[in-house]
C-alpha cells in the first residue's frame, strides 16, 4: 500500500515570462503543493509564478511513436520556407 501524498509536477515561471519544468512535489492537495513547491524550488528567487499539476493527469506521447509525432512533413513544404527569395540587404529576416 502507498502511504505517501498525492504526486505533483512543479512548473517555475522565470524572470524571462517562460515555465519551466523543475520536478515534482508530494501534497494532500493543491495549496500543499504550491506550498512545497515554493519552499523547494524557489529559495533563491528564481521565479516570478509556480504552477502545480497533478501527474496523474500529465499525458505524454510513446518513443515508438516519435515518428508519427516529430519527423517534418515533406508534404507541406508551406512549412519550410526554403523557395522564398532574401531580398538583397533585407535585415532581421
Known sequence: MDTQLDLWE?????????????GSVHASDS??????????????QEGTS??????????ASNPEDAEMFF???????????TFYVMPEGAKQI
Open 31 to 44: 495549496q500543499m503543493a504550491l506550498q512545497n513547491a515554493r519552499d523547494t524550488y524557489t529559495r533563491r
Open 10 to 22: 512543479v512548473f517555475i515561471q522565470n524572470k524571462a515570462g517562460s515555465y519551466v519544468h523543475a
Open 50 to 59: 509556480i504552477w502545480v499539476i497533478p501527474a496523474k493527469y500529465v499525458v
Open 71 to 81: 519527423d517534418p512533413a515533406n508534404d507541406k513544404i508551406y512549412r519550410h520556407p
